[in-house]
């Protein structure tokens, strides 16, 4: 594999973690509102936090495209479950 064909494979899913970001924004926001209006929350999110929470599911969800997605073409589908066998 060209270092140019791994770089294509990351931005093209970073670019699906993003599109995923933009959807888990406002998820993230509506359940930190219920949590205050609705529990009573006490807790308070700094700026650092909601940063770190974004980047972390940004990671996640670049990670699970990219180990799901991105199968060859001549992926069979069988997994060995044979222990220590390969």
């Given at each position: 594999?060209d270092i140019?064909?791994?770089?294509?494979?990351?931005?093209?899913?970073s670019?699906?973690?993003?599109?995923?970001?933009?959807i888990?924004?406002p998820?993230y926001?509506?359940?930190f509102l219920i949590?205050?209006?609705?529990?009573?929350?006490t807790?308070?999110?700094?700026?650092?936090q909601w940063?770190?929470?974004?980047?972390?599911?940004?990671?996640?969800?670049?990670?699970?495209?990219?180990?799901?997605?991105s199968?060859g073409?001549?992926?069979?589908g069988?997994?060995?479950?044979?222990?220590?066998s390969?």
């Amino acid at each position: 594999m060209d270092i140019f064909v791994i770089l294509a494979t990351i931005f093209k899913y970073s670019l699906l973690a993003l599109g995923g970001i933009a959807i888990l924004i406002p998820l993230y926001a509506a359940g930190f509102l219920i949590y205050k209006k609705v529990f009573h929350g006490t807790k308070k999110l700094r700026i650092g936090q909601w940063i770190s929470l974004i980047l972390l599911s940004g990671w996640l969800l670049l990670v699970l495209g990219l180990t799901t997605f991105s199968r060859g073409a001549n992926f069979g589908g069988s997994i060995n479950l044979s222990l220590f066998s390969g």
